[in-house]
């Protein structure tokens, strides 16, 4: 698992975590980790989504009855002009006709809030009846756009002008007007009517304050004509004559800037059916997707919490394994490395051996007279002559590669890289003789004391031959027989030449 190619990228206090996660215990901690990621980023993102449309449906539902508020209050404000253009047609210009229209106007004015006033114009644009002035003298309005439209086109039709400042109050609004003429069908003047937009903000700023959001009305041209809340420096009737967003010509949602700290806003729009204006209603994304924040921060809290549990129990259970299966490679009696470690070990050093041209040894060893030392002490003495015989051949090695094992019963072997036959047989008398010191007496022993045999091969290993290191143990095993079939207590040499092992004088 340490080798996976991976796992060099850790932060390294994470990478001093990995002897004890050995085995399948990661991959499968890891596999969790993945799975329980997955599962909530697509519920995270669903409710992502569901937020996105949610606020698509509100703000859709909105624009929409926004628009048709405006659009039945522009009609009304139509109606009325073409009211009074056929009173004005019907009963001429005279000063009885002249005070009825301004009656009717003032009596309109007063029952309708949405019209701030209402007007008529003689075909050089000057002022006749004004339904906020008695006397509209010396007042003239054919500078106003929808007069000229009026003056030169013939279009009966109700004309929708751009946002005009009152000459009277100040106040800023939107003219609907319609073209007057003489019996004979030329241009006689205006009958106009202005729309308040101080109506449209009040009544904006009321469901602004209930819904929270942003709404406004937007000409065609793009000119904000109302906006709740108001935008920096809009107010007291002054508009924003520029908008960031493309004609709203019909309906749908948008995704967009806002001039605001350039927040991000969702929004839908619904532009009116017989006028040149729409509605827009929108939210922030931050406020939008505020719910789903909350949902996100809960969720990684309990997803940290949980992958901390998993990690936790993971590595326990990974200690656990780690601890069993230091257990299988360790001999529990003697401490040195059990016989399924030494398996592994003289392959792996093997064919390390084999890829590098070294020499590989090694020794096998038997305590003398075992079987009689048990019999005679009992097993207890038994198992602590065979710990004595581990200490030995575990404090003659002296590099930190060389391997001492339990090989089973009363045999020990010993794996030393990079090491030749003469060193390896130096090394094995060594051992011998460390043995005979102990001075462990046995009464079976012809020299008295527990002694020990051991058998020594060496091999320079050819790369391909993977099974080579069994033939090295069992010319080390071949070693060991013929040092206990010539008397014990020596060491034997694997001859490799002759294929029989040469006696190697034993010390005195």
Not at 334 to 357: K, Y
Not at 473 to 498: C, E, I, N, T
Request: proline residues 5%; hydrophobic residues 45%; aromatic residues 6%.
């Amino acid at each position: 698992m340490r080798d996976l190619p991976f796992l060099k990228f850790l932060p390294a206090s994470w990478q001093q975590w990995l002897p004890s996660w050995e085995g399948k215990v990661l991959p499968l901690v890891v596999c969790v980790f993945v799975a329980l990621f997955g599962m909530d980023a697509w519920h995270l993102w669903q409710v992502y989504d569901d937020s996105i449309e949610h606020t698509g449906i509100v703000t859709s539902n909105m624009a929409r009855s926004m628009a048709e508020l405006a659009e039945t209050t522009i009609k009304t404000g139509d109606t009325v002009v073409a009211s009074l253009v056929e009173n004005v047609e019907a009963e001429g210009t005279g000063p009885e006709s002249l005070a009825r229209i301004y009656r009717l106007m003032t009596q309109l004015a007063a029952a309708l809030p949405a019209i701030h006033e209402m007007g008529f114009l003689n075909e050089r644009g000057d002022a006749i009846v004004k339904s906020r002035l008695p006397d509209p003298h010396g007042i003239n309005y054919a500078d106003r756009g929808y007069f000229r439209f009026h003056a030169t086109s013939p279009d009966r039709g109700p004309f929708i002008g751009s946002p005009v400042t009152s000459r009277v109050d100040g106040t800023v609004n939107i003219t609907v007007s319609r073209r007057i003429n003489h019996p004979d069908g030329s241009f006689a003047g205006v009958v106009v009517a202005s729309v308040s937009m101080a109506f449209f903000q009040a009544l904006f700023d009321q469901v602004q304050a209930k819904s929270g959001g942003a709404m406004g009305l937007i000409a065609d041209d793009g000119t904000v004509l109302v906006r709740s809340p108001l935008l920096p420096g809009t107010g007291d009737g002054a508009m924003a004559r520029t908008h960031p967003l493309p004609r709203l010509m019909s309906a749908g949602t948008l995704d967009y800037p806002s001039r605001v700290g350039g927040i991000r806003r969702l929004g839908s729009f619904d532009h009116l059916r017989d006028y040149p204006m729409a509605t827009l209603v929108s939210q922030s994304r931050q406020d939008a997707l505020s719910g789903w924040r909350t949902e996100v921060r809960t969720h990684a809290i309990v997803l940290i919490c949980v992958m901390i549990v998993v990690a936790i129990l993971g590595r326990r259970v990974a200690k656990a394994n780690r601890a069993l299966e230091e257990l299988a490679m360790q001999d529990s009696l003697t401490g040195l490395a059990s016989r399924r470690f030494f398996d592994q070990a003289i392959e792996r050093e093997f064919r390390r051996a084999a890829r590098h041209g070294r020499p590989l040894s090694l020794i096998m060893i038997d305590m003398d007279h075992f079987k009689d030392y048990n019999d005679d002490h009992g097993h207890p003495a038994g198992d602590e002559c065979l710990r004595a015989g581990g200490r030995v051949v575990q404090g003659c090695l002296r590099r930190p590669g060389d391997v001492a094992a339990r090989y089973g019963g009363e045999e020990f072997a010993v794996i030393l890289p990079d090491t030749d036959a003469a060193s390896a047989r130096a090394l094995a008398e060594t051992m011998r003789q460390a043995a005979r010191a102990l001075s462990l007496k046995h009464a079976r022993s012809p020299i008295g004391v527990v002694t020990l045999s051991a058998g020594v091969a060496s091999m320079a290993p050819k790369p391909g031959n993977a099974a080579g290191w069994q033939t090295l143990v069992q010319q080390a095993d071949d070693a060991l027989y013929a040092a206990k079939a010539s008397g014990r207590d020596m060491v034997k040499l694997y001859d490799s030449a002759s294929a029989r092992p040469a006696a190697v004088p034993t010390a005195a």
